[in-house]
């Protein structure tokens, strides 16, 4: 992939609590720069660990959870913890991963906002990110047809995109996620490695344009 001048890469997972976190203040930063494009590529934070999370490790989890909601305020349901201590849980991001790469392949002015709402499935309303009948609402309010956006999200080509965005993520050394970084003059900088807030990330990218 060819990085275009002047468009923020965020790198991140539709299950990483921090990326959940920050979506916000990305919120508020972006409108302060409507001037650059945004590309959403997806890194892969647990990608094919089949894996179940016993109930200690859910427990653990969710006390992990609780300096993300100290640092940022967001806030995590209780549909999410129940699910979390559950024996069948399953804590694999490939399937979210993908479900968000077939819709940057559908309506890719769109991807981060369906990204938020992604979010919301999982850690405020414990929606197993691994039922594609977990985005009917959402495919409902983007407007994309779901038979057209299941053969997508099952096809081989999806699942190419999807590993391919994973030795992207790699390929730039993004392994903490979010990382968001903003493209200029064939240069790729890096204005945040996890969370951050908007003010802070302002002030990164006003030493960018100005150097």
């Given at each position: 992939?060819?990085?275009?001048?002047?468009?923020?890469?965020?790198?991140?997972?539709?299950?990483?609590?921090?990326?959940?976190?920050?979506?916000?203040?990305?919120?508020?930063?972006?409108?302060?720069?409507?001037?650059?494009?945004?590309?959403?590529?997806?890194?892969?934070?647990?990608?094919?660990?089949?894996?179940?999370?016993?109930?200690?490790?859910?427990?653990?989890?969710?006390?992990?959870?609780?300096?993300?909601?100290?640092?940022?305020?967001?806030k995590f349901g209780e549909?999410?913890?129940?699910?979390?201590?559950?024996?069948?849980?399953?804590?694999?991001?490939?399937?979210?991963?993908?479900?968000?790469?077939?819709?940057?392949?559908?309506?890719?002015?769109?991807?981060?906002?369906?990204?938020?709402?992604?979010?919301e499935l999982f850690f405020?309303?414990?929606?197993?990110?691994?039922?594609?009948?977990?985005?009917?609402?959402?495919?409902?309010?983007?407007?994309?047809?779901?038979?057209?956006?299941?053969?997508?999200?099952?096809?081989?080509?999806?699942?190419?995109?999807?590993?391919?965005?994973?030795a992207l993520s790699k390929?730039?050394?993004?392994?903490?996620?979010?990382?968001?970084?903003?493209?200029?003059?064939?240069?790729?900088?890096?204005?945040?490695?996890?969370?951050?807030?908007?003010?802070?990330?302002?002030?990164?990218?006003?030493?960018?344009?100005?150097?």
């Open positions: 992939m060819l990085f275009d001048n002047n468009t923020f890469y965020l790198f991140t997972d539709p299950m990483c609590p921090w990326c959940y976190a920050i979506s916000k203040e990305l919120d508020v930063f972006l409108q302060k720069y409507p001037e650059f494009k945004l590309e959403v590529i997806l890194g892969g934070l647990r990608r094919n660990d089949p894996s179940l999370i016993t109930p200690e490790k859910g427990k653990a989890i969710e006390k992990s959870w609780e300096r993300v909601t100290a640092m940022s305020g967001v549909d999410i913890f129940s699910e979390l201590t559950k024996e069948h849980f399953t804590y694999n991001t490939e399937e979210a991963c993908r479900a968000v790469v077939t819709f940057r392949e559908l309506q890719p002015n769109k991807t981060f906002s369906f990204l938020e709402d992604v979010h405020i309303h414990g929606k197993d990110l691994r039922d594609l009948d977990s985005y009917t609402p959402l495919l409902h309010k983007y407007k994309v047809d779901q038979i057209t956006f299941a053969a997508r999200y099952y096809s081989d080509e999806m699942r190419k995109i999807t590993y391919d965005d994973y390929q730039v050394g993004a392994k903490n996620f979010p990382t968001l970084t903003f493209m200029q003059n064939g240069e790729l900088n890096a204005l945040s490695t996890g969370y951050r807030l908007a003010v802070d990330l302002e002030k990164v990218m006003e030493k960018i344009l100005n150097t």
